[in-house]
Every structure is written in C-alpha cells, then in structure tokens.
Antibody, heavy 122, light 111 residues
Framework: QIQLQQSGPGLVKPSQTLSLTCAIS??????????WSWIRQSPSRGLEWLGR?????????DYATSVKSRITIKPDTSNNQFSLQLQSVTPEDTALYYC????????????WGQGTRVIVSS | NFMLTQPHSVSESPGKTVIISCTRS????????VQWYQQRPGDAPTMVIY?????PSGVPDRFSGSIDSSSNSASLTISGLKTEDEADYYC??????????FGGGTKLTVL
C-alpha cells in the first residue's frame, strides 16, 4: 500500500531554511497521474496548501502565492522522494507540515504523511 | 480565487444524523469537485468523500456527500453517528493555481 514517511528537523531558527523530505513507498514520484504536495496546518491559518511537484512529460512545480518567493519543492527520483525547502522562515511558519499524494493532480489528497511539527524559534 | 466556509462546530447524539455544510464564496460549487477529510486528534487528515459524493474504499456508507447549486454549497452527511466519528472535518476543492483550497474545518462532537 502507499505510504509517505516524512523526515526533517522540528526546530528551525528564524531567517534560516526549513527542510523536510517525504519518502514514498507503493508509488513513484515520477507517476504521470499523481502530484506530490506539501500542506501545513496551524491554528491561525488552518490547512494551507504550499506547493507541489509532478511529472507529465517533464517536471513541474507549482507554489502558493503566499510562499512563492521563498519555497522550493523538488523530486528525488533516485530515492523516490520529494523535498520541501522554505527559506527565510519566521515564527509565522511554525506549523504542522504534511506531505500528501494528490492522486489526480486536481486536489484528491488520498494519502498523507504522518506530519512534522516545525517550530521556528531562536 | 474563492474561499470555503464551514460552521465552526456541530454536535449531535449517537445514532442521529448530522449535516456539515461548506459554502463557496465565488464561482459555482459545481465547477470543481469537492472532497471531505476527517481528522482525529493527533492524526493526519483522511479522505472520506471525493468528487462531491464518492466514498473511498473502506469508508462506511454512513458517510455521504452532496452539492447544492442553489446555495452554492456542499454538504457532508453522517448518519447513525458513532462516538468514533468525533473529529474535525474539512471540505476542500480545486482552484486553477491552488489545488488545495480548504475550508476552515468543523469540529464534530458526538455527545
């Protein structure tokens, strides 16, 4: 069955870069039907989609307007995983971060990682 | 761009039926599919309805979804309520530049 396993630090200092990885089993990051997203959850912002990467005939990445200037989501085909980098973090980036599979590319988030609680604090 | 608005909380007794609404702020509710997710405390969300009214494998038929163009809203109906249904429920739909437009969530209490 499909499983997403997240890894990465739970504490990041302000102005630094938040980095998380999501390892995929049971599917391929190179799937030509699915897309691979990062979503975060906080009391102030609720569930917020951050961005995605997906492969059709080439690789694509899309990002939410709110974080577009400082986010990168990349596939790692060698390890069948994808990553999130969020630069210049502030305490407002403190949240529970999830990776998720969108099985269609149209927002059907049918499998989620376990979540990583990230705190931005010095 | 549009928003999805849900009631903050609902409560109902075991065995009863509850309906959770999700109202779209602009554009037709029928223009893009609506999904519903259940999130129990400490867990990641899990999909309980996709494409407005389809149940993923393993989701009991006590869960159903619908849309109403007259009110521009979607609804999640849970019948025969069980204490295990107590959770937060989120609606979600797709926008051109954002596949993950989520409602603010509804806390369901089964008392």
């Amino acid at each position: 069955q499909i499983q997403l396993q997240q890894s990465g630090p739970g504490l990041v200092k302000p102005s630094q870069t938040l980095s998380l990885t999501c390892a995929i089993s049971g599917d391929s990051v190179s799937s030509t039907s699915a897309a691979w997203s990062w979503i975060r959850q906080s009391p102030s912002r609720g569930l917020e989609w951050l961005g995605r990467t997906y492969y059709r005939t080439k690789w694509y990445s899309d990002y939410a307007t709110s974080v577009k200037s400082r986010i990168t989501i990349k596939p790692d085909t060698s390890n069948n995983q994808f990553s999130l980098q969020l630069q210049s973090v502030t305490p407002e980036d403190t949240a529970l971060y999830y990776c998720a599979r969108d099985r269609s590319g149209y927002g059907y988030f049918d499998h989620w990682g376990q979540g990583t609680r990230v705190i931005v604090s010095s | 761009n549009f928003m999805l608005t849900q009631p903050h909380s609902v409560s109902e007794s075991p065995g009863k039926t509850v309906i959770i609404s999700c109202t779209r702020s602009s554009g037709s509710i029928a223009s893009t599919y609506v999904q519903w997710y259940q999130q129990r405390p400490g867990d990641a969300p899990t999909m309980v309805i996709y494409e407005d009214n389809q149940r993923p494998s393993g989701v009991p038929d006590r869960f159903s979804g619908s849309i109403d163009s007259s009110s521009n809203s979607a609804s999640l109906t849970i019948s025969g309520l069980k204490t295990e249904d107590e959770a937060d429920y989120y609606c979600q739909s797709y926008d051109t530049n954002n596949p993950g437009v989520f409602g603010g969530g509804t806390k369901l209490t089964v008392l």
